[in-house]
């Protein structure tokens, strides 16, 4: 009870000094705009259905891009931690391009694969494959090898091995790592689909730049955010929810 | 049940020497007190079920040096027996369970199971580990069903052995529980239904029971002998504790500190079903630690000067009793 209050309570007044400053005109209305003009065009952009459709590209992107990036992740991670040759030279390789913003792919993107979907799933993928990577990679090594040792005992081998062993072990490792690679694969669809006319949220974003309609602009940073937030809360936290329940892992409550 | 027997055994005034003297057959000699092995042994034919020979193993330290785990082992195991492996922590009598298993290959000599060399891990051969080693993703009745599952066994027939392996430690209830909800004791009867589920024709236990508190233990120890009588498998016992290895081994096989070598080997001919405190088990039990007792002395010195331990059976040696 008293948190919901101290939670009403911050929005009341973010929303409050919002209206105010708004309201006390320093900047033109188109470049400072008052909530209920971004509710305003958030209403609309559902209205005609243009924020569905945004919505809908983007989050098949998203999820196309993202589930290669845990695939080959996956398997790149397992590579990394079971070679010592590929740990030594791929290891060192994977940690130094995690500091590269995944956005400088897009040039080479667009000249391998053009001005099309194909270039935004690239960079996509290069956004969240290093994270996914380096958490399998870290799950694995992490995990007790005793489930390993196990499971080889009691006749798995392979993908066998793999599939009912390795992966559900290390599964409690990773999801942190998992988790990330959404993060990045999400803020990377979006930074390159503000670069071309792609139908996503990222470019509905531009749009608002290009007709100087800060509201439309603010109401699909609003939608980036809610969409981020709300993936992360149900999908991931439930996941993790249901690994510690089922690891035993929660304290007491 | 068990109390009945042992109070007999208790009040025969038979020598500690006659009972664990090597080869002798005590069993025949006990006003008719038969152990549960004996019946067993009539269905072997000569071929052991386990045989080492002159099984190497070193690994390169940190160092660089080559140091020697184990040293020309050799021993046999029958159909159906009972063997455990003593020895002080840090001698190897793991790693030699992981070699049988088939989890690390041997540098040199040959594992037999059945007159065959073995060849990586196999189902013939399921071990069970001291713990942690039950899969936390799975419930009970799944963790007993994998070794099949991994088999290629059908549904129905799984459904089946599931049942039946879960009534045989008592945990038919349990079916559809998590790892994590069960006690330790719990566990290590899951650990030993997940391991009978595949029907191998070993068990190997390493240390299965070192985690528990004692009445667990004992309590356990008693299962494991009821089990081991109706199923008749042949079993490998690793214990670092010599009580717990007369009160349970048709047979004791010693091994030394660094590098592992079999010492000596003890027959124990105590009527079955014992228990731990059973004064035959006790006095045999002290005739097998007056035995060990420079490996562990070496043991302990070794590690007190190293002062860091590699392993995680520091805590254990102070538990070593007779």
């Not at chain 1, 955010?225 to 690891?247: K, P």
């Not at chain 2, 030394?256 to 045999?284: C, M, N, Q, W, Y």
């Amino acid at each position: 009870m008293k948190r919901a209050a101290r939670f009403f309570i911050f929005y009341a007044a973010l929303f409050g000094l919002w209206t105010l400053l708004a309201g006390l005109k320093v900047w033109p209305p188109y470049l400072f705009p008052t909530p209920w003009g971004v509710g305003e065009a958030l209403y609309a952009g559902f209205k005609d259905h243009s924020y569905f459709i945004a919505i809908r590209v983007s989050m098949q992107r998203v999820l196309i891009g993202y589930g290669i990036s845990v695939v080959l992740g996956m398997i790149l991670g397992l590579g990394v931690a079971s070679n010592k040759f590929l740990e030594e030279t791929m290891g060192g390789l994977l940690v130094s391009l995690q500091s590269l913003p995944s956005i400088c792919w897009w040039p080479l993107a667009l000249l391998w694969f053009g001005l099309n979907q194909n270039a935004i799933l690239f960079v996509v993928v290069m956004g969240s494959l290093l994270s996914v990577t380096l958490a399998m990679e870290d799950g694995r090594k992490q995990m007790p090898k005793i489930f390993g040792q196990a499971g080889r005992n009691l006749g798995a081998s392979g993908f066998k091995l793999f599939w009912y062993v390795l992966l559900p072990a290390s599964l409690p490792f990773i999801v942190s790592g998992l988790k990330q690679g959404w993060a990045f694969a999400w803020r990377s669809l979006i930074t390159a689909e503000m670069l071309y006319l792609s139908l996503g949220l990222g470019q509905v974003l531009m749009m608002g730049r290009d007709l100087n309609d800060m509201s439309a602009v603010i109401a699909v940073m609003v939608l980036i955010i809610a969409i981020g937030y709300l993936v992360d809360g149900i999908v991931f936290r439930g996941m993790e929810r249901h690994l510690q329940n089922r690891w035993g892992l929660t304290s007491a409550t | 049940m068990s109390s009945r027997a042992h109070n007999v055994s208790a009040q025969l005034p038979i020598p500690v020497d006659a009972l664990i003297s090597p080869g002798t057959d005590v069993r025949e000699s006990r006003l008719g007190l038969v152990s549960v092995s004996s019946r067993l042994r009539g269905n072997c034919h000569g071929v052991a079920k386990v045989a080492l020979s002159e099984i190497c193993l070193s690994y390169r330290a940190q160092s660089g040096e080559r140091l020697l785990a184990l040293d020309h082992i050799n021993f046999e195991v029958k159909t159906g027996e009972f063997v455990c492996v003593v020895g002080p922590s840090g001698c190897g009598k793991s790693t030699l369970l992981h070699l049988i298993a088939g989890l690390h290959p041997q540098t040199s000599g040959q594992i037999l199971v059945h007159g065959k060399p073995i060849q990586g891990t196999g189902t013939d051969r399921i071990m069970i580990f001291q713990e942690h080693a039950l899969f936390p993703w799975l419930t009970v009745g799944q963790n007993v069903e994998f070794g099949m599952k991994m088999k290629g066994i059908g549904k129905p027939e799984r459904e089946e052995k599931i049942h039946y392996y879960l009534h045989l430690v008592h945990l038919a209830k349990f079916k559809d529980s998590y790892i994590h909800q069960l006690s330790g004791g719990m566990r290590q009867r899951v650990a030993i239904a997940r391991a009978l589920a595949t029907e191998p024709d070993v068990l190997l236990m390493d240390e299965p029971f070192a985690a528990l508190d004692a009445q667990t233990r004992d309590l356990l120890h008693d299962e494991l002998e009821r089990i081991w009588s109706e199923t008749g498998r042949t079993i490998i016992f690793v214990t670092h504790n010599v009580r717990e290895a007369v009160r349970l081994g048709d047979r004791v096989v010693l091994l030394t500190f660094r590098p592992g070598r079999i010492k000596s080997e003890f027959p124990v001919g105590l009527p079955r079903p014992r228990h731990l405190e059973d004064p035959h088990v006790a006095r045999a039990a002290r005739e097998v630690l007056d035995e060990l007792r420079d490996e562990i002395n070496r043991s302990l010195e070794v590690e007190y000067n190293e002062g860091a331990k590699p392993r995680v059976e520091a805590g254990l040696k102070a538990g070593m009793r007779a």
